[in-house]
Each structure stands twice: as C-alpha cells, then as structure tokens.
C-alpha cells in the first residue's frame, strides 16, 4: 500500500473563481447541459490525473473482475458519474434544488431515532453523493452533525453552510489541534445525530483489515469506537444516483453481536458495515469514489 495515496483527500476541484462561475451558471442554465460539457471534459481529465484514473481502473479489473476494455468504459463512467453529481451540488447552491427527487425506501430505520431521547451515530462512505441528502432533506427533531475534512475550498464551505444550517445541519472541520473532538462529545452527549464517513481515515490511524470486494483492506474503527463508548446506535447510509433527477437513500443498522469486549464489538460493527459497504458497491460500481489504491497488495 502506497502511504502517499492513502492521505488523499477528496477536495472539491477548481479554484473559488471557478466554483463561483458554476453557481452563477447554473442560476441561469439547466445543469444538464452541464452534463453534456462534462461528458467531453472527461477523457482529458483522465488523460492528465492518470493516478486517480489508474486506481479506478484497477478496481474495475480486480475487484470488479471486468475485462480490459469493459474496466476502461467503466472508469470512464465512474469519472462522469461523479462529476454528475458535483455539478448536482452546485445547481443546488445557484437555487436548482426543486429538480432532484429522492426516494427513501428505507426511512423506517432513520425517523424512530429522531424521537428517541439519546443519540446516534451515522455511518458514511465516498460512494454515491451523500452530501445532496443534506441539501434536499429537511427536519428539525435533532441537529445533524457532519465531520468533514478541514481544507475544503471556502467557496464550497461557504454554500454547503448556507444550505445546510437551514436544514439542521452543523459542519464540524476536522482540525490538526483535535478541537472537532470535544464537539463529537458534546453532539452525542446531547442526544444529537453525528454523521462519519468510515471509509477513510479522519485524524487517527487506528483501523481493521477487512476482506472487502476480493482483496483486503484496512478501514478505520472511529465511528465504532464512538458507537461503543457513548452506546448508540449506528446507521450506515448512502446515497445513489439512480436517475438523471432522482438520488435513492438506502439505510442500515449496524449491529454486533451482543456480549464480548468492547474491543470485539468495535470489531464486528466495522466489518458489519464493511460488508453493507461491499452490498452497495456491487449494486452501483460505477458509483465507487475513492480515487486512491485503496487495496492492500
């Protein structure tokens, strides 16, 4: 495993001037002609950000166990996929909001927990386009709060905020001087919602190899860590592309067995979600967004 390409972040592309020009576009123009401009823009991005275009195209080949050129159409799609729907994101900023729709087939698992007195825990990925279910969703029962990588673009900070504080929403940086720490405790301790990716690695290195698609991998152990120790429950969710308009929500517990340490607990949560994570990721591949070898060798 290659450390270098394991801290990759997930950045929002571009410059501020740029991102300001999409919003200000898409106040004006529908964003699939946005679509259409992305579908050529592709293939030279791939040409020139060949690491992230590499990764993919691996996990298509070995994970996935597709021939070569099916592993290239595919990572190809993957590209457009997610600039879909990073282009879905700022049409939501410029006011486009009314034309996406989403289907929650399994909301029964989410809205008891909105009027249960204590807190939960929801388990993220970099599959599909969770951060939409935050723009397009509202509710006031119980605040949610997001961790987030810290040196994100302030222009893209500054419309997820907007966006996201109207609908209950807090943002919570994770910082080099562990401040975003005493803000989980405080969330969970007031019976709030805190939503962790947990697929990668947020400011400590302590994980579990899982058997994950045909090869292993390490995956971090925080979300659970905390599900034990405040003992709450946790969801795992994504949020999948299914239509040109239309995002689905698929909704999980997390459970482990009951009994054994607090170590094996821990443990058993993360490999329950690993393999809810491996579900969702055979059923929508091209949806699969981190761009790094995220396979041990």
Request: glycine share 6%.
């Given at each position: 495993m290659v450390k270098k390409e394991k801290e990759w972040k997930g950045v929002t592309g571009g410059h501020t001037l740029g991102q300001k020009a999409l919003k200000v576009t898409f106040s004006i123009v529908n964003v699939r002609v946005g679509y259409?401009?992305?579908?050529?823009?592709?293939?030279?991005?791939?040409?020139?950000?060949?690491?992230?275009?590499?990764?993919?195209?691996?996990?298509?080949?070995?994970?996935?166990?597709?021939?070569p050129l099916k592993s290239f159409w595919k990572t190809y799609r993957n590209h457009y996929l997610f600039g879909q729907m990073l282009l879905d994101?700022?049409?939501?900023?410029?006011?486009?909001?009314?034309?996406?729709r989403v289907e929650n087939p399994d909301n029964d698992f989410f809205l008891p927990l909105l009027d249960a007195p204590g807190g939960c825990i929801i388990a993220g990925s970099h599959v599909g386009n969770s951060e939409l279910c935050g723009y397009l969703l509202k509710q006031k029962k119980k605040r949610i709060n997001c961790l987030i990588f810290g040196d994100e673009a302030k222009e893209v900070q500054k419309n997820r905020s907007e966006i996201l504080e109207s609908n209950y929403v807090r943002l919570i940086p994770v910082t080099e001087?562990?401040?975003?720490?005493?803000?989980?405790?405080?969330?969970?301790?007031?019976?709030?919602?805190?939503?962790?990716?947990?697929?990668?690695?947020?400011?400590?290195?302590k994980s579990v190899e899982c058997d994950f698609m045909k090869g292993k991998a390490d995956f971090p152990v925080g979300t659970f860590v905390l599900a034990v120790q405040f003992r709450v429950p946790v969801l795992a969710l994504f949020v999948l592309k299914i239509a040109t308009s239309c995002y689905r929500i698929h909704v999980v517990p997390v459970t482990s067995p009951s009994g054994g340490s607090k170590r094996e607990q821990i443990n058993e949560m993360t490999k329950a979600f690993v393999r809810e994570l491996e579900r969702i990721v055979r059923m929508y591949p091209e949806q699969w967004f981190n761009f790094y070898n995220f396979w041990k060798k």
């Open positions: 259409v401009i992305m579908a050529i823009v592709i293939p030279f991005y791939m040409l020139f950000r060949r690491k992230g275009y590499r990764s993919i195209y691996h996990y298509f080949r070995d994970q996935q166990g597709y021939a994101r700022f049409a939501v900023y410029a006011g486009q909001k009314d034309m996406f001087d562990l401040s975003h720490i005493f803000v989980i405790h405080e969330a969970l301790s007031n019976g709030e919602i805190l939503y962790m990716p947990s697929d990668r690695h947020f400011g400590s290195d």
